[in-house]
Every structure is written in structure tokens, then in C-alpha cells.
């Protein structure tokens, strides 16, 4: 099986920056386009930007000039550097992985906490 775990989060005042991790591991070889979608209470989840392999990131409208995803493939790892935070970007940010295997799932992480403080 594989896994997705996310490190970074934390609390930052507006206009402040953070960059998040998600560390992949076990079936990586499964794992093709990665992304992160966020989460905000009484929300429904929705992608804040993703990446093919090889391929041109795409973002939410939301993001776009805020946020950069970069993805390590060396190191199986994912990144999404955030910057000019504002308190609506406040959610819990899931790593996602879109699974290549036939019979495997889609890979989601635990999420990790932003905080955004006015």
C-alpha cells in the first residue's frame, strides 16, 4: 500500500507563508498525478493546484499567483509553497495521489492544519 504523509502546517498571520510537505512512500510506483486539495469547516473539499507527472501544474483560480506545487520525484515528495496567505486559505490540506494501478485506490493523506490569523 502507499502513503501520504503531510508535515508544514501550523498557524501564520495574514500576508505571512508556509510551505507544506507530503512525503510518499510504499507504492509510489502507483502514484501519477499528485495534488492538494484543502477542506474548510462546513466546506466541501475542493483542489487547490496539482501536477502531472512530467506535466504543467494547474491551480484554483483562488491560489493562482499565491501558491506554487513543486514535486520532487527523486525524493517522492510533494510541495506546495504558499505565500500572501489569506484567512480563507484557513482549512485542513490533504496530499493526494492519483493512483495508475488497476484495483488501487485513489492515495489521500492524513492533512495537516493552516491557520490564518487576521
Known amino acids: 500500500q502507499g502513503q501520504l504523509v503531510e508535515s508544514g502546517g501550523g498557524s501564520v498571520q495574514a500576508g505571512g507563508s508556509l510551505r507544506l510537505s507530503c512525503a510518499a512512500s510504499?507504492?509510489?510506483?502507483?502514484?501519477?498525478?499528485m495534488g492538494w486539495y484543502r477542506q474548510a469547516p462546513e466546506k466541501e473539499r475542493e483542489l487547490v493546484a496539482i501536477?502531472?507527472?512530467?506535466?504543467?501544474?494547474n491551480y484554483a483560480d483562488s491560489v493562482k499567483g499565491r501558491f506554487t506545487i513543486s514535486r520532487d520525484a527523486a525524493k517522492n515528495t510533494l510541495y506546495l509553497q504558499m505565500n500572501s496567505l489569506k484567512p480563507e486559505d484557513a482549512a485542513v490540506y490533504y496530499c493526494?495521489?492519483?493512483?495508475?494501478?488497476?484495483?488501487?485506490?485513489?492515495?489521500w493523506g492524513q492533512g495537516t492544519q493552516v491557520t490564518v490569523s487576521s
Open positions: 510504499g507504492d509510489t510506483h502507483c502514484m501519477s498525478a
Open positions: 493526494y495521489s492519483e493512483s495508475r494501478c488497476w484495483g488501487v485506490d485513489d492515495f
Open positions: 501536477i502531472a507527472s512530467g506535466g504543467s501544474p
